[in-house]
């Protein structure tokens, strides 16, 4: 029971530890500091992981002229197969480094008063992560189907 709840848990504990680092950046002021470079830097993860998806789903529909007609990876073509496995590795890598490196991150941050100034790079890289992770839901249902099992 206790690992059916862990994914919940983990994700209400992201949810509120970025909104509540997002609304101290907005009342320190902190984002105004930033710099255009600092904010493609923060946004690039989430974005490259929305072009990954979606460059995927192209590749598989045109490649079998349409949807999989079942779970798995059974008649897909060679570089299908490389495309896939690519982006499942990038997904992987973002979810992790979601799960245990931003929190360690935002507490370190937290912790030391110099390093305060980087929670706001922290803060905006997990709202690019929320926002991008949003428009993946947005693919076709079919897509998506597949995607998750």
């Given at each position: ?19 509540g ?5 907005i ?30 789903a ?69 709202a690019?992560?929320?926002?991008c992770?949003?428009i ?10 597949w995607?998750?099992?």
């Amino acid at each position: 029971m206790g690992a059916l709840l862990s994914g919940p848990v983990l994700a209400g504990l992201f949810l509120i530890t970025l909104t509540g680092s997002v609304v101290w950046c907005i009342s320190q002021k902190l984002y105004k500091s930033l710099s255009w470079r600092g904010i493609i830097f923060c946004a690039l993860p989430g974005i490259i992981m929305v072009l990954l998806f979606y460059a995927l789903a192209i590749h598989m529909y045109t490649a079998l002229g349409g949807w999989p007609k079942s779970i798995g990876e059974a008649g897909f073509p060679p570089a299908l197969l490389k495309n896939a496995n690519i982006t499942f590795l990038y997904f992987e890598l973002m979810f992790l480094s979601m799960i245990f490196i931003w929190p360690a991150a935002m507490l370190i941050c937290s912790v030391f008063a110099r390093w305060r100034k980087y929670i706001a790079h922290l803060s905006l890289f997990g709202a690019s992560f929320v926002i991008c992770f949003i428009i993946i839901l947005l693919a076709p249902s079919q897509f998506l189907y597949w995607w998750w099992d």
